[in-house]
């Protein structure tokens, strides 16, 4: 909208169709459950009933793009079109330029089918649109789907992965005592995290909310966090992360990784991934695992491709970093067969050698 005015109409409107009868829309806010801040709108339209056809749509505030939230809205549309609307078919559309929203009407289980010549007028221009859709027997696929992978990994199961070396288990609410002296000490640890609070455990009280943050995504089936035990050293030493978990395109992220600075650059790192990284392949079956970093973060680069990981590319300005300063991001990948292939002898001999 372009104004405050403009916006309360269509708020106005919005729930004005909300008792309209028979009611043909559905508007929804989207709430961030970590801080309960309204962070977009979200609806769905009803076609004639005997078609049984709705279409959705979605606005969410710019800086909570790709945080997986309009994944989860639509995810939840679909639930309540075909479960509680009983709906045969829902359509959605986009710019054709708007790969953010491309990318999760896919990742949902959509089927582009049309592509519309300047349909949309877009900042004084018309702009070219795809048509997107879904039946009620795919959204049925997609959920046997999940079923049939599901059981492979649990995130409701407290998986243990250890060696000689290292033992990686669960994150849990009172291993903030096992942490805390990284965050009171070596707060310089978390100087990439930049203004991720789910990222950040520099105090206190950023390491009380890291790791809630991270049980309330373990609860809501998006992330699996653990703590590191170094068996050497006898003592808790850092945390490492699933998340951005796809069990329908099996894929996932290995990330939110830090150690305290003495177990920087230790056999506790590889040992560490290459846990993971047998669980993830050979354990749960997944086909791939992404690996993010700052740019400007060499330390992590480097320890990315030292265990294997292949550069894919950069994601430009991809983050609010400092309250002034964007930063970029570098993204590599394991595949399942790289991993068998020659990442995980590669990787066991660099053990072995430390």
């Not at 028979?22 to 806010?29: A, G, L, S």
């Not at 989860?72 to 953010?100: K, P, S």
């Not at 492979?152 to 994150?171: G, M, Q, S």
């Not at 060499?298 to 002034?324: D, F, Q």
Request: aromatic fraction near 12%.
């Amino acid at each position: 909208p372009e104004n405050s005015e403009v916006t309360t109409k269509l708020v106005v409107e919005m729930i004005a169709s909300q008792v309209a009868e028979p009611r043909m829309r559905f508007v929804f806010v989207v709430i961030n459950k970590h801080t309960q801040e309204a962070i977009g709108f979200c609806g769905i339209v009803k076609g004639k009933p005997n078609y049984k056809k709705a279409e959705i749509w979605y606005n969410i505030l710019p800086r909570f793009w790709n945080k997986g939230f309009a994944t989860e809205l639509v995810n939840t549309l679909l639930n309540f079109g075909f479960n509680t609307l009983d709906l045969h078919r829902i359509e959605a559309g986009c710019a054709i330029g708007n790969m953010g929203s491309i990318r999760v009407l896919e990742k949902t289980g959509f089927i582009r089918e049309s592509h519309t010549r300047k349909l949309l007028p877009i900042r004084g221009e018309w702009v070219d649109n795809f048509g997107y859709a879904i039946l009620e027997e795919d959204f049925n696929i997609k959920k046997e789907v999940l079923s049939e992978i599901g059981p492979h990994f649990n995130f409701k199961t407290d998986y243990i992965l250890e060696n000689e070396n290292v033992l990686l288990r669960p994150l849990k609410e009172d291993d903030y005592v096992h942490l805390l002296e990284y965050s009171i000490n070596e707060r310089d640890i978390w100087t990439f995290a930049g203004r991720n609070g789910s990222a950040d455990a520099s105090s206190e009280i950023n390491l009380k909310k890291y790791i809630s943050i991270a049980l309330k995504e373990r609860r809501n089936g998006k992330q699996y966090s653990f703590i590191v035990f170094d068996k050497h050293a006898n003592k808790y030493v850092g945390c490492t992360r699933f998340y951005d978990i796809d069990l329908i395109n099996r894929t996932l992220q290995l990330g939110y990784t830090w150690y305290g600075k003495k177990y920087q650059g230790t056999r506790v790192n590889k040992n560490c991934k290459y846990l993971l990284l047998e669980f993830a392949f050979e354990k749960v079956n997944f086909e791939r695992v992404e690996f993010r970093a700052n740019s400007k973060n060499e330390r992590s680069i480097n320890a990315m491709k030292s265990i294997g990981c292949k550069v894919e590319g950069t994601l430009r300005s991809y983050g609010n970093w400092l309250p002034n300063e964007r930063s970029s991001s570098i993204v590599l990948s394991i595949l399942a067969d790289e991993w068998l292939k020659e990442v995980k002898e590669n990787l066991k001999s660099k053990i072995f050698a430390t």
